[in-house]
């Protein structure tokens, strides 16, 4: 018979649930409709499973069906339950108490990947039939309770991905029915406990990304039947001895990064002996500091052979990140067989390659990248195309590194290679024509070297998808793109000197970037494909001239559009109006006119709107502050703008960037500007300047890439480009060279956050607000050539790290006021105010009998001011050696570095003084 008490309890607890996904896995419980079926019979409901002789219900699985809200305490009632699944759904809230007191025939207990918090409840340890147990994936914390150890025949303990902390502790040992135990992702510290190697019928054991030390315990040696060990990143571990890895001879994964092995001497011979080993993973270990990797004979070790003699079985091996050298080849040559699929030697410091590297005929990948020492890339290929490495290898990675030379001939050698990435190097030269002749080579990245040559030529009409030359001296007519590359996904020739009318561009392309090249002419080839799946586009930095084309509709999944720093004019065409998916709109310097089209309120996915430097006219678009919520950089400045700020703007409570200068706007500052809410908090904002998109389809997903903003802002009087991280902490207003009147509002010192506020140029008047000293995050403040009148509040002296001040001609009076750094900016930032006196400037104020000499000042003061000297003095120094430079950089990848490099450090010393400030 049926228990109407389950029945209503599972009716309790479906009235407690959202299902915002409509799965429907519980909608239908109690109302079927279904003539044929007893709707009160709770055992036929979806997920329900009965005893057939009790009646009563013992299984309830409502995986994946995304419901939301809290584990109600009436399933508690369905005390004969011994499966309870509710993982992958929007559970909330905390495990309730009574669960284990209650629910005492529990064998399964599975709530993972959910939003559950708090601790473990204590009855836990009531649950003794337990063997699985799934906590993972949710944000519990607190420490694991001892009851957990009363849970003797557990067979299978995920807590991984949580909050937990404090020690394992020691009783853990006893579960020793175990043969699961995943603990990765949490907060422990503390010692390993050394009763985990009581765990003798463990398979699987991850204790990684935690904040453990000491040394792993030499009992992990018990754990015999161990095939999967995961111990990476686990804090402050080490192995002192390593005899114990020897006698788990079931291992199968071994995963150790960040653990030092400085002091594990013949860690190599521990290796060798485990025959079922197939992943080794030694990230960051210390290998260069071991004194006796191996016990074996060098003369075992011929890096001359064809052949290992050793019978590893290792088909994946991470050596990343170890200081190693050439030295390490003698005792890397064992481990080295055919039976190795994938090497990962990058982060080191390895100058060349042995030979026998080139005699493992199952290699597919290979990592090379971010090695120190030099090396020629000719000399490279010659080694590894020596045997049948060369014949296998599909994947090889030597980017970030010091390879120098050209691509040569050899390369011809390797007709498997599927991907070649050669980014960040010091090639020169130009490309071998036999690149081209690869038949299998999808995707190359040869960025930011010092190639040259007509690569068109040499690449055209070739089976790559992912085509990156960027950054080189690659030069000649790309004009014919589509012909070209036609089957790419990606092309990127920025940064080079190609030049031309474009003409065509294939329909394959998702992303598509020729910026800072030669190219004119129009953007016409821009409407030749249909139903194209273009995520990414930038043509910024070229000559392009003439109209948008209207013809936008095609580009409907576009993310990031650039268009800057072209010729390009006319109002923006009608189509604009599909590029709904839009993140970056980038028009800056271009002569585009007309009034921004209203159809861009519905680009609610928006982050970074540049329409600087044009010629857009009419009022602000209020409508921007009512809709464009995401924005974090909002730049108008240099256009014909008119009227009032639109106090909507105050809305946009993400903007981190606020241009508005340099426009004939008039009226007031909006007095709601403290709505700005990122502007009121200080420190770096979240990663609202990064952009994922899609670059090609892979199976049956995606692969991405990520376009970085960069913004170009006035900056203590020059145009700066900020980008990356500098960017993030960059937080401005810029409403200077308009006709603003009124006073500044009172609650503008209530942006804590901001870093610069430029107000010149218009037609303020009133006092300075008195609080402004509260703004001492500001690093440049300028409200010069306006009408304000009284005196310079006494608060200024405190905004500490205050890199450029203007409060030149307005009506300001009295005396400066002293400060830490007041008195050592320029008089010309404080001259054209004929009451003001003081130092700098060389006025006596009322009572004075001569010119203040300023008051020695503290040492902590000193070190502000000896602070602020050096910043100075590297910065000047940056601006002036750069200037002299500009006639000695001749090659254009030198000159494009240098300037990247300066614009880079000039700006991270500026504005990077609040993180300097943070740590004070």
């Known amino acids: ?197 009581s765990l003798t019928e463990l398979t699987y054991l991850d204790l990684s990304n935690n904040s453990l030390s000491g040394n792993i315990p030499q009992e992990f040696g018990n754990i015999v039947k161990l095939e999967k060990l995961y111990l990476n990143k686990l804090g402050r571990c080490s192995v002192e001895d390593i005899t114990w890895l020897s006698r788990l001879s079931h291992l199968e994964i071994l995963y150790m990064n960040g653990i030092s092995l400085a002091k594990a001497d013949h860690w190599v011979d521990a290796i060798l002996s485990l025959q079922n080993l197939t992943f080794l993973s030694l990230d960051g270990c210390d290998l260069s500091q071991v004194t006796h990797p191996y016990s074996f004979s060098s003369s075992h070790v011929n890096s001359s052979s064809s052949s290992s003699s050793s019978s590893s079985n290792i088909r994946y091996l991470d050596l990343r990140n170890n200081n190693l050298n050439s030295s390490t080849y003698l005792w890397l040559y064992p481990l080295t067989t055919n039976n190795l699929y994938t090497l990962d030697l990058s982060g080191n410091k390895l100058d060349q390659i042995p030979t026998y590297l080139g005699n493992l005929c199952n290699l597919t990948r290979l990592f090379f990248d971010n090695n120190s020492a030099l090396v020629t890339f000719s000399d490279f290929l010659k080694t590894l195309s020596g045997g049948c490495t ?24 390797f007709l498997s290679l599927g991907q070649l990435y050669l980014a960040h190097n010091q090639l020169n030269g130009t490309i071998s024509d036999k690149m081209r002749e690869l038949p299998m080579l999808q995707r190359l990245d040869i960025s930011s070297n010092s190639l040259r040559g007509t690569v068109i030529e040499k690449l055209g009409k070739s089976r790559l998808k992912y085509i990156n030359f960027s950054v080189n001296n690659f030069s000649g007519k790309a004009s014919d793109l589509l012909s070209a ?25 998702n992303v598509l970037n020729l910026s800072q090249n030669k190219f004119y002419g129009g953007i016409s080839f821009l409407c030749q494909t249909v139903d194209w799946h273009l995520n990414y586009l930038d043509l910024s930095y070229n000559s392009f001239y003439g109209q948008i084309p209207d013809c936008l509709w095609h580009l409907k999944e576009l993310k990031v559009l650039n268009l800057a720093h072209n010729n390009l004019f006319g109002r923006l065409p009608a189509s604009i109006e599909y590029l709904i998916q839009l993140e970056v709109l980038y028009l800056y310097n271009n002569n585009f006119s007309g009034e921004v089209p209203l159809s861009l309120r519905n680009f609610t996915k928006l982050a970074f709107l540049d329409l600087g430097a044009n010629k857009f006219s009419n009022n602000m678009p209020d409508w921007i502050g009512e809709n464009l919520l995401g924005l974090y950089v909002l730049s108008l400045g240099s256009n014909d703008f008119f009227g009032p700020i639109p106090s909507q703007f105050c809305q946009l409570a993400n903007l981190q960037i606020l241009d508005l200068s340099a426009n004939n706007l008039n009226g007031t500052i909006p007095s709601c500007i403290n709505n700005l809410t990122s502007m009121v908090q200080r420190g770096s904002l979240s990663a609202h300047n990064i952009h994922i998109y899609e670059i090609f389809e892979t199976g049956s997903s995606y692969e991405t890439d990520d376009y970085t ?44 956050g901001l870093v610069a506020l430029n107000l010149s140029k218009n037609a303020l008047c009133g006092e300075i607000p008195h609080k402004i000293g509260e703004m001492n995050d500001l690093l440049t403040l300028d409200i010069s050539r306006n009408h304000f009148s009284g005196g310079i509040p006494s608060s200024i002296s405190e905004m500490t790290l205050l890199n450029f001040l203007n409060v030149s001609y307005n009506n300001l009076s009295g005396r400066i006021p002293s400060g830490t750094q007041l008195q050592t900016f320029n008089a010309t930032s404080y001259t054209g105010n004929a009451k003001l006196c003081g130092l700098p400037l060389s006025k006596y104020c009322p009572g004075d009998k001569e010119l203040r000499v300023p008051s020695p000042i503290g040492e902590s003061d000193k070190d502000e001011s000896d602070r602020r000297f050096y910043i100075g003095g590297a910065v000047g120094f940056a601006i002036g050696f750069w200037t002299v430079c500009v006639t000695l950089l001749v090659i254009r990848r030198g000159r494009h570095t240098f300037f990247h490099f300066m614009d880079t450090l000039e700006n991270l010393v500026y504005v990077k003084v609040l993180v300097f400030k943070a740590k004070f």
């Open 1 to 197: 018979m049926r228990s109407d008490k389950e029945r209503q309890s599972l009716l309790d607890f479906k009235a407690g649930l959202q299902d915002p996904f409509d799965h429907n896995c519980i909608a239908a419980w109690g109302t079927t409709g279904k003539e044929d079926v007893d709707d009160d019979d709770c055992c036929n409901w979806w997920g329900i499973a009965c005893n057939n002789q009790t009646g009563h219900v013992t299984e309830l699985q409502l995986n994946g069906c995304g419901l939301k809200g809290e584990i109600s305490p009436s399933l508690l009632d369905l005390t004969y339950l011994t499966h309870l699944y509710l993982s992958d759904n929007h559970f909330n809230g905390s495990l309730p108490n009574s669960i284990g007191s209650l629910l005492t025939q529990l064998t399964h207990l599975e709530v993972s990947w959910n939003s559950l918090s708090g601790t473990i409840p204590n009855s836990i340890g009531s649950l003794t039939q337990l063997v699985y147990l799934d906590l993972s994936g949710n944000s519990f914390s607190g420490s694991i309770l001892e009851s957990i150890c009363s849970l003797n025949k557990l067979r299978e303990l995920r807590l991984y991905d949580n909050s937990f902390n404090g020690t394992i502790p020691n009783c853990i040992g006893s579960l020793t029915e175990l043969t699961y135990l995943n603990l990765y992702s949490n907060s422990f510290s503390g010692n390993i406990p050394e009763a985990i190697g």
């Open 390 to 413: 060369s014949s296998a290898l599909y994947h090889l990675n030597a980017s970030s590194s010091q390879f120098t030379g050209s691509i040569s001939d050899d390369i011809q050698n």
């Open 485 to 509: 590359f036609n089957g790419s996904s990606v092309l990127d020739l920025s940064s080079n000197n190609f030049y031309g009318l474009v003409t065509k561009v294939s329909s394959t392309l």
């Open 709 to 752: 903003d960069r913004a170009i802002v006035q900056w203590q009087g020059i145009r700066r480009e900020f980008m990356t991280n500098t960017l993030r902490l960059l937080k401005m207003i810029d409403l200077s060279s308009n006709n603003l009147k009124g006073q500044i509002p009172n609650k503008v010192t209530d942006l804590h």
